[in-house]
């Protein structure tokens, strides 16, 4: 296929492409759009559109499309021509301002909590500057905002985009306090790291599970997995090289800046992830990554999943979110520097964030919250449920000085006192990596490891935006009216240390005895979606968000129905598949094998006596105690479902499927994978875990 520098970035409607087409005063206009969201006029809006419309027809294009991410985890878009009818039977090419800026898409048939009833058909798409336009599959796409009739917020850029703004006005109140007055603008910053596993298509076909829910429900654990370490940043296969250059290259030239590929600690698994950049184009570029991921999959023979958790007894996939702040300027606010001043300033902002973790634990943890991540989170492969944050040595010891007011050691005896005495340097990784810390810090940004692989990592930097923000505009108020600065910042920053030192954990998340101790810090605790998800509405998370601009309590307690309802249709549908493929496939499956046994026992005793027949017999009554174990086990399975359906609301449908069907299907798997581990393979009907995990070559 082939690929130049150059071709980067090729099917996006750059900054550099739009100073090459559009007058320069509609492209200032633009930028101002973008930087400071200035409206465009109408006639600057037909400008940008007939450019865009051009360029993207030399690109292919026949169509455009608002794309934008409504609250079912994946992509919207709906696909108009560019083609118009004209007098005597002809047609011309047209595309106004009034199209690029807003749509109408139907928003009765998305998720909106309550928002919408069935009938109210009317939503609104309105475009994000802020992030480019691209061409996909010879489609315009415009990334875009996805509203209600009466302006709620039902998707998942809106808020993103507030809670930005959020940041922005209050990082910068603290910027001014440090004599900042030319930085204009603070971002967000994420780079994404994105695992999946890829298997064969004829595999993925012949499971049901796979197909309809994207994890296996059931499958005995192969004689290897993951034991020998040997996958992990092994030699990559072939097969899987060839779909990651293709890969590459179609990212690439849609502006994704994807950068470093590996196998991951699972056989099957691999890893992506790409450089930094804005959180908002971060985001709309990682549900790119997502989607070309499969697409490209699909030509190579190959299916991705991005479950969490698609195989039992093997890592589950995550999404590592590292985030940072950044301003205009280039400067990163979460680089230690080298001077007092900046030090002090670096103090402040990290400060800032560990409060911000710790006083919202329960927002961080809802904003991975799903079915899928359940099964993974706490597993000795992913961080705990638990929030905490690791730092390292020499940082903890760095704020352990200044909460006590004691010299701190390093080489030199330094007495530490913010906007005094620098801060000792040290390299940006004087620390070592905690891959058991769900938020640690890794020189210059946190890596917040908790958001799992098939998440929008919109909804994690939500919530860590509006944390920050609101911690950093209380920062603001105190010091803004203090007499002595520096006097009152060491204060705050001391204060600050010792009120939120609990969230601070540099040792092994995966012991059992971090789970007694985060206890008795009085962190929270919070396994599963049911559990987490009402503090969403707790009084003082509805508050914050209302402060902010980035939720009001309507839209709140839309997103926590959304997110409830998926978590329990989700369940349910496993459910229901499992149910299915029980009763059809596997009790069928093995009681003909049974009856193979039988049948040969038979035989064999009247040539040879009984006691020629031992392996048939004793092999035969274990499976029939299991076939009966399965089938009532079945039976409960499909009560439980039952249940779920009388249920006459969302909080009881999703406690019956955590507290019920939950449980019963993970008894009802425990004795499939007894049958498949004793059952002669051509009988069993589905590929075994070895075939899937090790058929990609």
Known sequence: MGFNAEDFGSMVFSERVMAERLPAEINDALREARERGRRLTRTEADVVASAMKDW????????????????????????????????????????????LIQSEPDASSFPSGGLRATFEARGYTAWDPTSYAFVKDNVLCIPTAFCSYGGEAIDKKTPLLRSMDALNTQALRILRLFGDTQTSTVRAMVGAEQEYFLVDREMFRRRRDLVYTGRTLMGCRPPKGQELDDHYFGAIKPRVAAFMAELDEELWR???????????????????????????????????VMERMKRVADRHGMVCLLHEKPFDGVNGSGKHNNWSMATDRGENLLNPGD???????????????IQAVDEYQDLLRISTASAGNDHRLGGDEAPPAILSVFLGDELTSILESIESDTPYQ????????????ALP?????????????????????????????SDSISEANIMLNTAVADVLSRYADELEGAGDFEGALHDLIRSSIREHRRII???NGYDESWVREAERRGLLNLRTTPECL??????????????HGVFSETELRARYEIILDHYAREVRIEAMTMLDMIRK???????????????????????????????????????SGLVTEAWQGAGRLEQSIEHAAACASTEEFALCCWKEMLPEMARLRAAADAMEAITDKTFWPYPSYGEILFSVY
């Open 425 to 453: 340097s040290f390299p940006k990784d004087a620390t070592d990596r905690n891959r058991t810390s769900p938020f640690a810090f890794t020189g210059n940004k946190f890596e917040f490891r908790m958001v799992g692989s």
């Open 534 to 547: 009402p503090r969403i509405l707790d009084w003082k998370n509805v508050q914050m968000f209302a402060r």
């Open 254 to 288: 849609l502006g994704v800046a994807a950068k470093t590929e590996h196998n991951e600690a699972a056989p099957a698994q691999h890893e992506l992830a790409c450089v930094y950049s804005v959180v908002n184009i971060a985001a709309d570029q990682n549900q790119l």
């Open 585 to 623: 496939d596997v009790l069928p499956a093995v009681s003909r094998f049974t009856g193979e046994l039988v049948s040969s026992a038979r035989g064999k005793t009247v040539l040879f006596g009984e006691t020629a027949c031992a392996y048939e017999l004793d092999l035969s009554r274990r499976l």
């Open 56 to 99: 993207a027809i030399e690109k292919g294009a026949t169509h455009f499309t608002h794309w934008f991410q409504p609250m079912t985890g994946i992509t919207a878009e709906k696909h108009d021509s560019f083609l118009s009818p004209a007098p005597g039977g002809c047609a011309i090419l047209e595309f106004s301002g009034k199209a």
């Open 505 to 507: 954990f540099n040792g």
């Open 339 to 353: 001077t007092p001043a900046e030090n002090a300033q670096f103090l402040l902002f990290l400060i800032a964030v």
């Open 410 to 421: 390093r080489g030199e005896t330094v007495q530490f006192k913010v906007g005094v005495d």
